[in-house]
């Protein structure tokens, strides 16, 4: 089956293929194209795992694709448990949020179109994913990348659409410079950017001192620089602090591609690479890459979390969420839960994915996503509520939904190797718990806030209007109370609920040999046994201290907004300035922009400025000085220097018919001069042998 | 005089009275239609030096496309009516002598030059080992070669279609 | 039996004459003609030094693969720019094709 | 090996193209329920040998002010283009003129000979219809040699040989890759016969518009020239296209008492002919194509679904291996 991968990316990229080029024709059709395709690559993917789950090696593939003298590059495919299990992960996500994208853009004029760029999304993630090489790795990242900025702008006469692609776009891009440096840095030291070779030479050199490259004053071993800049295309695409704006505002593109691209599977890119990579960063001195990593994870955990409880938009706080979540994998990876972390990035995909297709659905029946603009849905959407409920429970850590144990994981780890980052991660999963429960108990409690008559919808772009069209999702006039979404949204709902719920039994402890969980057996790093390093097994305590946490922040939550025991003005009264500072989430975009954009405004003002007023002046005063001069010098021009200047014409007329026919235009006479040149020099060189 | 001898001095005559007709020839057709002989002759003295591949190119690219394509802009231009223009610029008799002395020089190098024997015998599958040659080592110009192509594509394209 | 030198004596005498080709002609098209002669020259020297002198890699064939491909890139442009000044200017000589002339 | 070759080649310049003139007589007439030739000979079997043996008595006419030289050469270079293409058609185990290792690239590279030809017969005949028939001629032939080159490739990329001969032994091909040959097959046929300036694609010689395109002009012999170059560069593309996808002298059983040669050349010029007769049921029944749509076919139609064939059959050579 192994054998077969190679086809799991190329199903999509056909169906790609041909919805680019007849999508319009088969308009109405076209899902099914896409959907097949998926279906397709599904099957393929489920073999390869289950197989990988049955024991067999892992196999690789591969082939010179550019031979450059002694240096080969090589092009090929992967199939290990990371890599399986991602794919299989990947195209059941891909090909649900498929299914639900068939009602939720119903209608639309570009429907072709959307599934195409959904399609070479899916292409370019399987192929990132099974890549061999780093070379082959960054071409599915940037396909991923263009796709993801094709369709934050899907509606594209959205002026807002448009500047969020182009910030998302040009965020990540900071980071894509960074690894491609850091491939470049590979191929330099290496030789190759195969995989296997790599790190194999990585962990040889382990041992030896690895060289060292100064910046500056420093110091810096190679491995680490290398690993560092590497790590610099995940922060992008991974949106972790300082680099996680994009995401927010990338909310703007469609719903499924929110919960399929920015949420479940090409933010998880970054982690996924960085448990790809992990020879590179765990080799290095101290582990000192992975500290990086744990710390940039850590923060973004916290700082997302926090932000996340002062915002109203339902699909901002799930983009802050993601982001937290995605901190939260970063950290486990960092503080060498290497299992850990991956596993967090499959739940994470599962209930994130459901999360944002729920929200779909509710902003899809009450035409808003301010939260505090709902209310009391749960009567209204019940199958929504409920698998809300269940994503809801699974992000916020409760037993024994699978957010639960795949977090545990996460803090055990960090428990055991950096008590800090513990600390800092279990207050960032209180918030998480705290504020995921505000969301439900606006959203789904209490009673309906929405307009009887909502205005136009926010989310209906301009040509739909313009074309006389309802917008796909929102089909149904307005008016009245909410109701459920038809059951081609739904069932994909359900489906990823159930496994919402169920993904985390696999780390329940003893489902693997030897007592330990399914999914430490399966995914494992070899180097840590190396290294004598030991997962630390399953503790109660910890696991009831954070349930602990995690009821608290729903408690919490459940006596402000469900209860209202304590008015949410009073709590920002009493908090002061730490509001409207969360709520502009922590200027940090309003930084950014102050900074490059109206830096790189300023600076082209003042250089237009210096251009106006003082080049500009120059030339005038320049100018005016040489007006002046000349009409003094005019009379004398006139009689004395047009008499001299006459004569020069003169002089030079007549050299100029003296030597007018060597330059006669005629490219033949050239041709002719320099044959005659040539067996000139033929008989110089004959003479000196 | 072998076979081998014997093709050769025919296909060198064929090449040498081809060419001498496609310079000297008043009507363009005619000297459109003398490079094919010549070019033919190209191809066999190829066969001779056992280059089949090359042999097959130059008479798909050579004869069959690039001679058609002249024959081609040559109706579309001027067809037979260059027979009433002056064909030849005036630098005719300086032409001669310089052209004459560059062979003559040429010819007195090239013969006199002791180039060695050769280094290896020929591949045998001739297509097989051109094709590795093109990818293992010198597939940098052939990369280049192929961007050349596209451009000149593009760019032939751009010039002669009619302006709207 | 025939050596080296029968080609090369082929060749340069072929390159000769497209070389006349090029100096005297005045029509566009006929410069080609003896731009294509002198590039077969060029091409029948690669593959004669491949058999005779060089045949690692095939060298000389892959250079006369490229100069085929080259020569149908040059004759394309060049015929395509032949057309459009005979639209313009209702001429394919190239003493006649003097625009920027003063 | 000469002489068998000299009377391969005998046959086919005679043989092969009178044969097929009395075939399309004699199809066009079952086609549309006529009799066709029947008074020369047996039914009408000697019709053809006295067409040529009246063709051979009447003068040769050269129209006012054409180009003496070259009208008298474009018929040659035709038929003679045309017959050069069978040195590399295997017609049965080690019947075979010469087996070329870049065999298939030969055959593309001289069946492109046949445009200058053409080309220059129209020219010379100076005669506006002939010279916009040779043009078109020109022009539609350039555009359907990439294709057919295509295709070309294709079954060179399965087989891992230029060579007829040997592409013949590596038949059949291997099931997986049906798909792509079936494409192969289907873009060569349709390039062929344009190539082949015939019926849906003989705009070159369209009567009503061209009177009879480059060889109006064309009398006695050389008309009779062209028509052998036409009728061989038929058969030979209805032979390769034999050798590359029909699997060449192989048959599914053996004729008991022929021998191998016996038999590959039943089972070879069985299916030539099949294809030829194939052929000619086309041209008989459909109507031709407008210049705009034969260009659409060749550079939107064909051209891309070979390319991608073409990257297909890489793909599944990479894979097979």
Redesign the interface.
Known sequence: MARLAWLIPLFPLASYGVLAFRGRQLGERAPYVAIGAMALSFVLAWAVFLEQVGGASAFVWRTAWAVGGDRVITVGYTVDPLSSITVAMITLVGGLIFVYSVGYMRGDPYYGRFFAFLSLFCAGMLTMVLANSFLLMLIGWEVIGLCSYLLIGFYFRRRAANMAQMKAFLTTRVGDTLMLVGIMAVFWQFGTVDYHTVFEAVRERAQEASAVVRIGGWEVPWVTLTALLIFGGPIGKSGQFPLHVWLPDAMEGPTPVSALIHAATMVAAGVYLVGRAYPLFFFTPHHEALGAVAWVGTLTALLAALIAVAQDDIKRILAYSTISQLGFMMAGLGVLGYTAGLFHLLTHAFFKALLFLAAGSVIHAVHTNNIKEMGGLWRSMPVTFWTFLAGFLALAGVFPFSGFWSKDEILLEAYHHNPAVYTLLTAAAFLTALYMSRLVAYAFFGRYRGPQHPEPDPWLPEDYARAGLHHPSHGHHGGHEPHESPPVMTVPLVVLAAFALAAGFVGIPGTGPEGGSWIHHFLKFEGFEEAGIHAPSFSWPLALRSLGVAVAGIAVAWVVYGLRWVASDQIRAWVGPLYPFLRNRMYIDAAYAWVFVRGGLRLAAGLRWVDVHVVDGLVNLVGWVTVLVSRVHRLFDTYVVDGLVNLVGWATRGLGLLLRPLQTGRAYNYILVAAAGVAVIVVVSLWRL | MNA??LA?YAL?AM??VG??L??QSR???????S??P??LG?AG??V?????????????????????????????????T?LR?????E??P???L??????V???????RVP??P??????P???G??G???????????EV?SL??L???V???V??R?EE | MIGLSHYLVVSTLLFALGLYGVLTRRNAVAILMGIELMLNAANVNFVAFTKFVDPTFVRGHVAALIVITLAACEAVVGLALVINAYRHLETVNVDQVDLMKG | MVVLAAVVFTFLAVGGPLFLVLAERKISAWIQARVGPKHVGPHGLLQTVADTLKLLYKENIVPHRADVVLFSVAPILVAVAALLDFVVIPFAPGWVVRDLNVGILYFAAVSSLTVIGILTGGWASNNKYSLLGGLRSAAQMVSYELPLGFSLLVVATLTGTLSTVRIVEAQPYPAVAYPCVVVAALVFLVAATAEANRIPFDLPEAEAELVAGYFSEYTPMRFALFQLGEYGSLLASSALFTTLFLGGWKGPFAFPGLGPVGNGLVWFLGKTYAVVFFLMWVRWTYPRFRIDQLLNISWKLLLPVSMVNLLVAGLLVVGIR
């Not at chain 2, 590795?132 to 052939?142: E, G, I, K, Q, T």
């Open positions: 081998e001898a050769f060198a090449v040498l060419g001498g496609v310079v009507n363009l057709v005619h000297a459109a239609v490079l094919v010549t070019l190209v003295l190829y001779l030096l056992h280059a089949e591949f090359v042999t097959a190119i130059q008479i798909l690219i050579y004869v069959g496309a690039i001679t058609v394509l002249i024959l081609f802009v040559i109706l579309l231009t001027e067809g037979a260059g223009v002056r064909q030849r610029n630098q005719v300086l032409a001669l310089v052209c004459g002395g560059l062979a020089l040429l010819l007195g190098v090239l013969v180039w060695g050769a280094a290896g015998p020929l591949p599958y001739n297509p080992a051109v590795r040659s093109f990818l293992m080592p010198y597939v940098l110009a052939f070669t050349v192509i451009a000149s594509l760019g032939a394209i010039i002669a009619r």
